[in-house]
């Protein structure tokens, strides 16, 4: 696992050790940060489930101006802020511990959010209703879920975002623009 571009460039991550963690793989994190490559300069992100940080810590590398990694785990978090030690990105993150979907509700707005929660429950439907129904989305926003292939993400319970789905072997990613 690894930062792909940007400024913290080819700088390796530190991988999960027996964590109920499933990092994206770097052929499937090209292709979302090669769909909102264009949206990342100066953004402010979420990085919901947050894992290893390694999507928000992306982000960062490409450009973001902030993100925010959430995540219950205290060990999860503990990787987030070795990887953004490692990377040198730790001062334009914050790292927070606690539910997700509770943070869904503090009213802060981000311009790209990434939701990839663990995949066979249901908090991946909870969190787009919550992230929609709490329009945490600046203007132009983007939602990028990951999925298994074959699961059905519902469309936002609001009116005003644009869908496309992609799918890479197994994944899905499924991208919510809002308009």
Do not use: H, W
């Amino acid at each position: 696992m690894r930062v792909i571009t940007g400024e913290a460039r080819g700088r390796k991550l530190r991988e999960p050790v027996g964590m109920d963690i499933r990092p994206t793989t770097d052929m499937v994190k090209e292709s979302i940060f090669n769909i909102i490559q264009f949206g990342l300069e100066g953004a402010r992100a979420l990085d919901l489930f947050a894992g290893t940080g390694q999507l928000g810590i992306e982000a960062l590398s490409r450009g973001a101006a902030e993100c925010v990694f959430v995540d219950r785990s205290e060990e999860a978090l503990k990787l987030v802020r070795e990887n953004l030690k490692l990377t040198g990105l730790e001062s334009r993150a914050r790292v927070v511990r606690g539910d997700s979907l509770a943070y869904l509700r503090s009213g802060e707005k981000f311009d790209v959010v990434f939701i990839d929660p663990p995949y066979d429950t249901d908090l991946l439907e909870k969190s787009l209703n919550f992230a929609t129904g709490f329009d945490i989305l600046r203007e132009n926003g983007i939602i990028i879920c990951e999925s298994r292939k074959n699961k059905a993400i519902p469309q936002p319970e609001r009116d005003g975002y644009s869908v496309k789905e992609y799918k890479y072997g197994k994944i899905k990613l499924t991208v919510f623009r809002k308009d």
